[in-house]
């Protein structure tokens, strides 16, 4: 069953569009004609292929695996369960798929060398085949808390931070970056940015993956990381249409229910995608949630002509390629089964399905539809030059492949690392700082305890928190020692906390998505106890502290990436300003219908 968010929606949505201001309309046109010669070419590309050829240039599918053909046997054995292949390469010869994703849990991405191997051994495969042709590479490299490719690529400050910094250049340039480093590893698609505007402090699957809650700044870095990522010859998706910020349900295991009026709907989500399509977005990414006021079916967005025609296509003059969130979630599968899934999701106006749980239940489903007659072959040709004019585009049709003295000469380089470190710079929020405890002197504050949340380290880097906070106040002077505490700390674990504390001059902590009932909630106020000053960093959600209203000095990073906490040590310590604003306000604790800190809070030294 799908779940329906709170009916005390309608007054939170109410406060925030208030707090966002009006969205004004954007007059999409029609994108230009294509060259008639180019599309020409393309059609004599799809007459030659065979109709199962056809149907599988429409999906996208991950593969276990480090190599096209010789990867490690426990991922052979995956595939097998999986997909009923061993390799990337057998996946191709028997699908002939279009696309393929990595996953770093699928053990695509070990290193950057290796991807850029895999990447061409995927290419090899495919041209290797009768009529073969390049396979687009896809990933959501999102950056903050979530990226497939670690270090030593470049980990960039993600959205919510990017909102904070309110920099559109520092968006273009993090886009721009993270762009030319995935290409140099033969990876052309990047299912970023997110375009969800996020109204809802409840959201389970958003979150700091947004820009914020202000329909205009999120639309303003949308357009900007578009062109960054697209300037870097990478497609840019942008994700979840038509929205997907206003949700308590995590679409990965149900089905959420977006209440927003079609007027809501036009002044809160739609403005990002607008802009997106009017900065030339390369495609766009469906969500599996329902919008009864843009489709009263009762159908996933996903598998809405309503929605992916008639307001995508037709109301935004969208003509790019649109392609679908995993076809493995929940929220797609709740209404039908996984063979109905594709077909409608085709008629809908899908043109890339993107990793349905089982490959060949949806492979052979879009066969029988067309043999049947239920989807056209034109359908399908409609479709498949949308994906061909990108990959044209990106230039996979002149040169699909990349090599180890591009990845040197682009992945992790000096210069890419300090613009990270340049943009997290300007991110971090100081909420609050009571008695002007922050900037820390390392006169009257030099030996720090780090306590606090360890969260699983996101993105390949090195964490965890905790040590990447002490090591990085180690660096600017301070005798730091970290101490995991975790997302729930026992009684055992505070009174160790307390116990340490004691013998410091002051206390960092961590905290992560802190609830009414959370236990970091006593573990702060056992810290607070002790006297010693405690300075709290909030290293995802920035909503921690209206839990916590008695911290003295109250930090955001909306990640607890290393280039964030960096950022943070560099706060605490005075070497830099906290620049950063509220991308979203935070509503009080114990009355959640007033804003504690509105959009635009944030304190300086």
Known sequence: MYERTRK??????????????????????????????HDRRLRALISRMTLEEKVGQLFVMRVYGHSATAPDQADIDANLKEIGVRTAAELIAE????????????????DPHQIADLSNGIQRASLGQPRGLPVL?????????????????????????LGAGRSRSDARRAGQIGGAELRAMGIRQDYAPVADVNVNPANPVIGVRSFGADPQAVAALVAAQVKGYQSSRVAATAKHFPGHGDTETDSHYGFPVIEHTEAQWAELDAPPFQAAIAAGIDSIMTAHI??????????PATLSRPILTGILRERLGYDGVVVTDSLGMEGVRTKYGDDRVPVLALKAGVDQLLNPPKLDVAWNAVLAAVRGGELTEARLDESILRVLRLKSKLGLLKD???SARGVDRVVGIPAHLRAADRIADGTTTLLVNSGGLLPLSRRTHQKVLVVG??????SGTTG?????????????GFAATALSTGTAPSAATIAQAV???????AVVVGTYNVTATSSQKTLVGELLATGRPVVAVAVRNPYDVAQLPEVQAYLATYSWTDVELRAAARVIAGRIEPAGRLPVPVQRADDPAQVLYPIGHGLSY
């Open 499 to 505: 116990a340490a504390a004691r013998d410091a001059d």
């Open 290 to 299: 329902m919008v009864p006021a843009l489709d009263p079916s009762g159908d």
């Open 400 to 402: 699909p492949y990349v």
């Open 8 to 37: 005390s929606g309608t007054s939170r949505r109410t406060l925030l569009a208030a707090t966002a201001g009006t969205a004004a309309a954007v007059a999409i046109g029609q994108t230009p004609a294509r060259a008639n010669g």
């Open 95 to 110: 699908y002939h798929v279009g696309g393929i994703i990595y996953f770093a849990w699928a053990h695509n991405t070990r």
């Open 453 to 458: 949340a360890d969260p699983a380290s996101p």
């Open 137 to 161: 590479i896809s990933t959501d490299q999102e950056h903050g808390i979530v990226a497939r490719v670690g270090k030593p690529a470049t980990l960039l400050p993600g959205a919510m931070a």
């Open 464 to 476: 965890p928190p905790t040590t990447v906070l002490a090591g990085a106040l180690e660096e600017l």
